[in-house]
């Protein structure tokens, strides 16, 4: 359910986005990158794309200063399911293609930074 509400918001903000970006002719990378910087100033956590491969289907993005962290180190598990589904909200309404989540490093499991991988279904 949290991953279904990230997806939900994830696309209405990518409409959003979308919406203040002057140049539509941008290559999807680029574009992805554009709404992650704006997404990244909500103030969940700095989103840096570490992949961007529509070919092979795959998107990583690391999740640099997440709020999460603290929820992450307590419960000992990852808490980016709405993150997860944010990313994926976004990738969908760029694409018109629905990408799942994938695995994802994570401060629970003794990794640097959080990084969440997606990969496009088939």
Not at 33 to 51: P, Q, R, Y
Not at 65 to 70: G, H, I, L, V, Y
Request: aromatic share 12%; net charge negative; hydrophobic share 40%.
């Amino acid at each position: 359910m949290i991953f279904q509400m990230g997806h939900e918001n994830g696309m209405n903000f990518c409409r959003y986005a979308m919406s203040n970006i002057e140049n539509d002719e941008e290559s999807l990378d680029r574009l992805f990158n554009l709404v992650l910087e704006k997404a990244s100033k909500i103030g969940w956590a700095n989103m840096v794309v570490e992949e961007f491969d529509l070919q092979s289907g795959a998107v990583k993005v690391v999740m640099k200063d997440n709020t999460f962290k603290q929820f992450c180190l307590r419960m000992n598990l990852p808490q980016c399911y709405f993150l997860r589904g944010y990313l994926s909200g976004i990738i969908k309404e760029l694409t018109n293609v629905n990408y799942m989540f994938d695995k994802s490093d994570c401060y629970a499991h003794g990794d640097e930074h959080c990084s969440i991988r997606l990969t496009a279904e088939p």
